[in-house]
């Protein structure tokens, strides 16, 4: 809870200075009038931060994740269903979660409310952590008074997001670890082991197989530039993120991530189910469909495909049809775009838009569970190939050796 400095004169008309906690600056000063203090001034004692802090702060460490505003969602639903008010239950979650930063971020918007600023303007002011959607459910809430609707819809939404999102982790885990463990396994051999055997081998006066030519060599140029080599990898990845940190890197990345082969077509299919369940949400909710598109683009976390959606609500301002647009940006199945269309002659794109969602989370499931079967294959050739390689390296001239030795 934060701290207030206040000057103030008791009844006597004394000069009274101290220190007080309360929940905000009015709140302090009903506290401290409560005790016939005529107040003079009152002021936040700001914190000293601590350098390691700071120093977090600007990384984005301890930034709060999607698990905290599932979380947060479901608590402020809970509480404003059960009808307390809003400034009294940001301040209590302000004081019960564990997150500094997002303590501190429910602190200011608990000050903009008794401020005067209303409750999707406060929340606007932290776009980084609540978007663009969840700032428009929230405005359709209050304006409809059924904010615990809005909290309650954006939980159910996040929550299915956060499903969907760790069933694709999930499924890159294992064919990551196999490619990590087989690059440190080459690592290993090319700087430790090969160069062992190949002591061995210049001992003998004896021409070697080309396979192992080419692993010395390698081993040779691993040994000695091994620093250089992890030094340019790190600033290839560094200067890769930089990059992809701009809007241009952004879009060729995510477009490029969509062109990856069988986990491509999955990422498409999975941000699309993302995208029509946030459609579908919003416009049930009464959001216009203009907005609700600009709101779904922003949270879709692609901007290939923010693009294309920006590009549909261009298109509706234009006067087309939903359909038409959706068919122009050539990411929707002939299913989907059957769905949609039966959606706007009936007035119910909401519903179509829904099971859109629930069709295309089928998919994603069903080729998630399968993707393993897919991949294990692959790494299997892959590896035995390396192995292969590597055996036919080392193999072949000791089996040279030994034949020259029996002949001795």
Known sequence: ??????????????????????????????????????????????????PLDDLKRRLG????GLAELILFSRQ???????????????????????????????????????GGRDVAGSFARHPNLFGTLYISMLRV?????????????????LDRDKVTL??????????SFVIVAILIAIGILTVLVIPAFAKVFSGFQMELPLPTRMILAFSGFMAAYWHIILGGIALAV????????????????????????????????????????????????GVPITQALIGVARASDNMYLAEKVLGMRMGIERGDTMLR???????????VLQMLSVGEETGQVDDMMREVADFY????????????????????????????VLALGVFLPMWELTQIASRR
């Open 1 to 50: 809870m934060p701290t207030f400095i206040y000057k103030a004169r008791d009844t006597r008309g004394q000069l009274q200075q101290g220190e007080v906690e309360a929940v905000s600056k009015d709140a302090a000063a009903s506290l401290l009038g409560s005790q016939g203090l005529i107040l003079l001034e009152v002021q936040e004692k700001k914190a000293r931060g601590k």
């Open 61 to 64: 460490i301890g930034q709060p």
């Open 76 to 114: 402020m639903y809970s509480l404003t269903k059960a009808g307390v008010p809003m400034i009294q239950s940001l301040a209590r979650l302000a004081d019960s979660t564990a997150n500094p930063r997002f303590a501190e971020v429910l602190r200011e918007i608990v000050r903009d409310l008794e």
């Open 141 to 157: 809430g209050e304006m409809s008074g059924r904010l615990d609707e809005a909290f309650l819809r954006m939980y159910e939404y």
């Open 166 to 175: 760790d069933r694709i982790k999930s499924a890159i885990r294992y064919p």
């Open 238 to 285: 560094l200067a890769f993120r930089r990059w992809t940190a701009t809007e241009k890197g952004r879009l060729w990345w995510d477009r490029a991530k969509l062109r990856i082969p069988k986990i491509g077509d999955i990422l498409l299919r999975a941000t699309l189910a993302r995208f029509t369940r946030a459609l579908s949400m919003a416009l049930g909710s």
């Open 325 to 335: 647009t959706a068919i122009q940006t050539g990411l929707f199945t002939p299913v």
């Open 361 to 388: 989370d089928r998919e994603v499931e069903y080729d998630i569970a399968n993707l393993s079967a897919i991949i294990e294959p692959v790494l299997t050739v892959v590896v035995g190939v390396m192995v292969l």
